[in-house]
Every structure is written in structure tokens, then in C-alpha cells.
């Protein structure tokens, strides 16, 4: 197989990358109606009980709990986890960050990932597309807590030429819920 270089990952990569979403989204069209509304409660609150939940979609207790089981088996539920308000943690600022590395190598992507993940307060990074390499979402306090981020981390981060920060004034939206 022929393989192209794409943004310092392999096509061949990116194509097998293809076939597993492929995979996942069938997994996802394969659900009937009622693994689909175990989902959408499990989505708005994961903290109800089975025996609950089963009410909810109508289902026995043992019979929904097969299904919640196997939908954690198929990797369509990666984990239960509980939202934290940003604000009343103290990191109610958001900031969304566009990254360009100096160069487009395999070692310099694997070395901006590996220091990406230990940046304080990064929720999300991403690669991407376009005019930049990757977009990070950070959570802080405050400007000045950002300000001291950006001075002690972000400026330290391997390969970069380009940071730009967009500090979000108003979040429209922000959900956890994939829609089914």
C-alpha cells in the first residue's frame, strides 16, 4: 500500500483511523430503540439506578443491566464520570488555543502531544486541519492565571512556532450529550 504523508501522520493510518469510525458509526446505527433510550438517560444522569433506569425504558432490572453491560463491552459507553461546574472549581475562564509547529515530522507531532497532555488545566487537544496543526481547550481561574500559563508552559511547548489564544467571553453551548 502506498502511503502519503498527511500533516506528519500516514494516510495508511488515517484510512485505518477511517475504518474504525466506519465500524463505531455502524455500531451506533445498529442500536434499536431501546439500547438508544438506555443511552439518552444514561447521557442526562449516569448516576441512576439500574433498577430505575429499567423502569425508564421499560425494561426488567436484569434485562437492562445485560444491556448496559454489553453497551460498555462495545466501547459505546467509554466510562461514567461526574461533571464538575468550571466556575465553582475556580476555572471559569476558557481558552481556545491554535497551535502551529515549526515543522510537520512524525517526532515533532509525538513531541508536542506528549507535553500537550501535561499542560496544567488542558481539557482537550486536538489535531487538525487547515491553518493550524492543533486547537487546545484550557481552563483557568482568570486572565492572570492564564497569563502565568502561558509564560511557564505554552511558550515551553517542543516544536511550536505560532500560539494563538482566543479567550471565550460567553459559552453558547457546551454538552457531554452525543446526540442518538
Known sequence: M?????????????????????????????L?????????????DASISNVALAAKVKLSAPACLRRVER??????IRGVVALIDPKAAGAGMLVIIGVVLDRSTPESFAAFEKAAQKVAGCMECHVVTGEFDYFMTIRT?????????H?????YLPGVRQIRSFMV????????????
Do not use: M, Y
Open 2 to 30: 502506498n502511503a502519503i504523508k498527511v500533516r506528519g501522520i500516514q494516510a495508511a493510518e488515517a484510512a485505518a483511523g477511517a475504518t474504525t469510525a466506519s465500524a463505531e458509526a455502524d455500531a451506533l446505527h445498529a
Open 32 to 44: 434499536d430503540r431501546i439500547d438508544r433510550a438506555i443511552l439518552r438517560q444514561l447521557q442526562t
Open 71 to 76: 453497551l460498555k463491552e462495545s466501547g459505546l
Open 141 to 149: 481561574r482568570d486572565s492572570d492565571s492564564f497569563n502565568r500559563l
Open 151 to 155: 509564560a511557564e508552559q505554552l511558550l
Open 169 to 180: 467571553l460567553k459559552e453558547i453551548l457546551s454538552t457531554t450529550k452525543f446526540p442518538l
